[in-house]
């Protein structure tokens, strides 16, 4: 590439998030970096978009560095829409999301607010990574990352993905001692949930939203496998929900 | 069947919506109804989850019929979650949503609660279907639908649906001279985003998300086509987001 890359960096945790933060390093070194990420934590949204309020989006300078930032009071699929539409004066080469404080391996990936906003920028023709971290922790490690995330990038920016493709990039709790990248696929598996039920001073029910994920998937060729494995899983992702392998079935129902 | 069948009803209006209120009335005709359904309006919601706050989930009697009702503090996923785990004593034979007030057909099924509804009951392994009507209007006639619903759901509790596929219904708006049921692929298309700005009170600048849909597929066995065509559209649509066709090629990236 003769010209610097146009990269639109964004999030699901925040734009002060510490993954964020060192995503635009890397992306520093790549390219002109813009980004556009949720004023607050935004983990869970899934595809969520804004259309019942109204949405701010204002410079910020969060850290020092050469990229330009914009917080943005909406949802990470609301922060590539404003910025692709208002912010940016020509279509990124680029869009990696994340780093993701937390898995979106398995089923995760239908929950996520980070690879919503890789699959936004996919709708828009825009080549699309979303990076996670199998770590939950605020502090986690991501310094160790920073070599294999530059190499994945730099490898979409020169081969492209095709239309309706983006990456779903997640990376072992490892101090760096990775066994490698694995393509995979998305593997089968399911969050069990345990409501916690409680009761509140005027005596009312409620409940917290917890569980644990049960994977229901003994193949070798998935993610939840690779990352077991401690190598890096990237699954090639894709938009297009039709189940295509059941349309002739279902053409001979009785409809 | 023998045994009436129990079925879970939701949407992402919100537990008054006309829709969901047809929607209940056609199901009584059928099994023994369970409605967990949002207490406000949730579109756009996408697949969100709520792990940051506490839940709310409240029986309720919003109108006279057979059925049972819950009204739900959280998006259309956690109602289909907190009704699997807490309030059915059993799994239910059939989850549908809807019918919702407005598109999900092409890129909408993205970001549709009432979509991620049905897809979180088929990550349970029940079988679902989403019902949308062209109509974004309060007062839409739910009343043709009527008939046409029931010969779907009927079919899905007869035939079952394989692992990982739910249905996306869409009814074109119509009087009810439909031209028939076809099965569908996801059409091509994409929002073109018209952000409103405006200036409030003390001078700072806002966003209102607004839009066209724009159609990028000639294809005539699409959702778009068929709607177009005053066809219902019912498109097998999965949770698997694996691009398989892709992994081949993306295995000979240098990695």
Not at 3 to 29: C, H, Q, S, Y
Request: aromatic fraction near 8%.
């Amino acid at each position: 590439m003769a010209k610097k890359p146009l990269i639109l960096v964004t999030n699901d945790d925040g734009i002060t998030a510490p993954g964020i933060r060192k995503l635009i390093e890397v992306m520093n070194t790549i390219g002109e970096v813009v980004v556009v990420a949720p004023d607050s934590p935004q983990s869970g949204m899934g595809h969520a978009i804004t259309i019942d309020s109204m949405l701010t989006c204002d410079k910020i300078k969060v850290e020092e560095g050469e990229q330009t930032e914009y917080k943005c009071s909406g949802t990470p699929a609301d922060c590539v829409k404003i910025a692709i539409r208002e912010v940016l004066d020509r279509k990124p080469d680029i869009c990696v999301s994340g780093i993701n404080h937390g898995s979106n391996s398995s089923i995760n990936v239908i929950y996520s607010g980070t690879m919503s906003a890789a699959i936004e920028a996919g709708i828009e023709g825009i080549p699309a990574i979303g990076f996670s971290l199998l770590d939950y922790s605020w502090n986690a490690n991501f310094d160790v990352l920073k070599e294999e995330i530059k190499k994945i990038t730099l490898n979409v920016l020169e081969n492209g993905l095709p239309e309706g493709v983006v990456l779903n990039v997640n990376f072992p709790k490892s101090e760096g001692a990775f066994a490698g990248i694995k393509v995979c696929r998305q593997a089968k598996g399911n969050w069990i949930e345990d409501f916690d039920k409680r009761v509140n001073p005027i005596g009312k029910e409620y409940y917290w939203l917890s569980g644990r994920y049960e994977l229901m998937d003994k193949g070798e060729d998935t993610d939840e496998w690779a990352l077991a494995h401690n190598y890096i899983s990237v699954v090639p992702t894709q938009f297009d929900l039709t189940a295509h392998h059941f349309i002739q079935k279902l053409n001979n129902w009785e409809l």
